[in-house]
């Protein structure tokens, strides 16, 4: 158990320096003190002068001389060395009051009776750090006389509990004197005595501390400042670089004639937005230039809220706002005609050729879908001659359309109706009519449904002699064959009816069909050598040509076809 003494490696005593020897003051030496001689307190202290300056006793006690001390040296500037026969004869030494400590450790609290002083060593740095060999060797070892008792180890430098009380060092001579940079350190004082720790290299620790303690707090300070002054950079200006992202540089925003945006620039200046109100009614589409008149070219269905005295309000693709006025319209065609005047820089965009197209040819719509205008969309034909009929809502069917439209899978939403669908040199092959929706919402406000990528297109061919015949007459005429159909009919193809809607006749007296020889009850099944299935079908191929042009129909009459060829005769439309 350690008890409280202090570990580690232990010096042993003979390792001090031997003291300087005493020498009389004067002409005569002092005589040694003997065994009757009273004790000198301890701490009590003797120091007799001489040539080589004041010599502390090493004990707290009066100690006789030892036989055996080496006769000090004369200092510098001392006199003579006293004669021999001048000192005391040497006497017995007495016996210690008790037997030697056998474990060489004196009492705490202060020095045995007979415990040698603590050793008087050269000056070592603080903390044990071995001297440096330009401060001097330490001096050889000697051998304690006999009788004393065992050499015992020094005092650590942590002593716990007490430490024992402060012995006098004696002064050594000028030969072993500590150099000057050392000063006068005791190294078994105790500590805040008036010492003052050194280093290694001679310098007080303290000071040390204090030079190392303002470093600190120096960097510290320019660290603050330092980190004040990066972080309100970063603040500033985002990072010690501005972050640039790579971009393309400025290029040509020309395009192909051909591309999408080629055909796009090129036809939206000639395309309008309307707005048109009236009869308690309003709505959008689309239209586009026809010449340079001020013609306007839309879908019937666009312009119905102002057929009778409503308003409609053209834009421009360029924001410019002006007034139309309906000029005509055919509810079979689903096409009108509306006019502006005084309005200059118009563009008519091309027309084309609808009977041309191929199914796969690319093309793009033009328009205002949900009022967004200037929307460009692109996709191909994706059918041709469509029969398709729209509208019907009056319930007379007055208004409904019959079409052979060209099926588009160009987007197409409410609002892209009266636009131009035009082809890859940006001619007007169709106009944006229909769409089939996934339900059956309709109206301006609700349950309109998108496109679902079936779009229908009136062809350019047919609109044109209709638009022709608005802008020249007003009102557009119907090619005919003279008979009533029977609507209702479940059959392959399309029946003459048994009687007309007013009683009469199902073949008119006089018309192509009664020329032809088509008989009531006949059954139609061609047109052209194309197959027609529904009574619809039939006025859709019908319609898709002029009055005057001449036909041929596949008759199925008691279960035995014929071929009749009729010219188409002339109705005018609604």
């Known amino acids: 158990m350690d008890d409280g003494k202090p570990s580690g490696p232990k010096a042993n005593w003979w390792s001090r320096p031997a003291a300087a020897r005493r020498t009389p003051d004067g002409p005569e030496a002092e005589p040694a003190g003997d065994d009757s001689a009273p004790a000198r307190p301890a701490g009590t202290d003797d120091v007799p002068s001489g040539p080589a300056g004041p010599v502390r006793d090493a004990s707290p006690a009066t100690e006789p001389l030892r036989e055996d001390a080496p006769a000090a040296e004369p200092g510098p500037g001392a006199g003579a060395p006293a004669p021999t026969d001048a000192l005391p004869a040497p006497q017995e030494r007495p016996r210690p009051l008790h037997d030697p400590d056998p474990y060489s450790t004196p009492p705490y609290g202060g020095p045995g009776p007979w415990a040698p002083a603590p050793p008087v060593q050269l000056p070592t740095p603080a903390h044990g750090t071995p001297l440096p060999q330009e401060y001097g060797a330490a001096p050889a070892p000697h051998t304690p006389p006999p009788g004393f008792p065992p050499p015992q180890p020094p ?184 006019k502006v005047s005084g309005v200059s820089g118009l563009k008519p965009l091309p027309l084309g050729n609808s009977d041309n197209v191929r199914v796969g040819d690319p093309v793009v719509a033009i328009g205002a879908p949900f009022d967004l205008s200037n929307t460009v969309t692109s996709g191909i034909i994706s059918a041709k001659e469509r029969p398709i009929t729209a509208g019907g809502e009056k319930g007379d069917g007055s208004d409904i ?56 297109a009136i062809p350019i061919n047919q609109a044109k002699r209709v638009a022709e015949e608005l802008i020249n007459t007003g009102k557009a005429t119907h090619p005919v064959i003279g008979v009533s159909l029977d609507m209702e009919y479940a059959g392959d193809g399309a029946k003459v009816g048994a009687k007309a809607a007013d009683g009469g006749s199902a073949v008119t007296g006089g018309g192509p069909g009664d020329k032809a020889g088509i008989r009531p009850g006949d059954v139609i099944t061609e047109v052209d050598g194309q197959r027609v299935h529904s009574g619809e079908e039939l006025i859709v191929k019908i319609r898709a040509h002029r009055p005057g042009d001449r036909l041929e129909l596949t008759l199925l009459r008691a279960g035995k076809e014929r071929t009749v060829s009729l010219t188409l005769g002339s109705a005018d439309g609604t």
Not at 243 to 258: F, V, Y
Not at 297 to 321: K, W
Not at 404 to 421: F, K, V
Not at 433 to 439: C, Q
Request: net charge neutral.
């Open 401 to 456: 359309s019959y079409v052979d439209a060209l099926q588009t899978d160009a987007p197409i939403n409410p609002g892209n109706s009266g636009g131009p669908l035009v082809d890859g040199r940006a001619r007007v092959i169709g106009i944006n009519s229909a769409i089939r929706a996934a339900d059956s919402g309709s109206g301006v406000t609700g349950g309109q449904s998108g496109s679902i990528g079936l779009g229908f």
């Open 155 to 338: 005092l650590q430098h942590q002593v716990p509990h007490q430490l024992p009380a402060p012995v006098p060092v004696p002064t050594l001579s000028p030969a072993l004197s500590p150099s000057p940079q050392w000063g006068q350190y005791d190294p078994w004082s105790a500590p805040g005595q008036g010492q003052q720790p050194f280093t290694q290299y001679g310098e007080p620790a303290g000071k040390r501390r204090r030079i190392g303690t303002a470093a600190v707090v120096l960097l510290a300070f320019a660290g603050c400042v330092l980190g004040g002054a990066v972080g309100a950079y970063i603040e500033r200006n985002g990072g010690f670089t501005r972050i640039e992202l790579p971009q393309a540089g400025p290029e040509s925003t020309d395009r192909a004639p051909e591309s999408v945006a080629g055909i796009a620039a090129s036809a939206l200046p000639g395309v309008v937005t309307l707005h048109v109100s009236g009869s308690g009614e309003q709505g959008t589409g689309t239209g586009f230039v026809l010449d340079g008149k001020g013609h306007i070219l839309t879908n019937n269905h666009v312009v119905q809220p102002a057929s009778s005295s409503g308003e409609i309000s053209v834009t421009f693709s360029g924001g410019q706002t002006a007034r139309a006025k309906l000029v005509g319209k055919d509810s079979g065609y689903d096409l009108a005609v509306v």
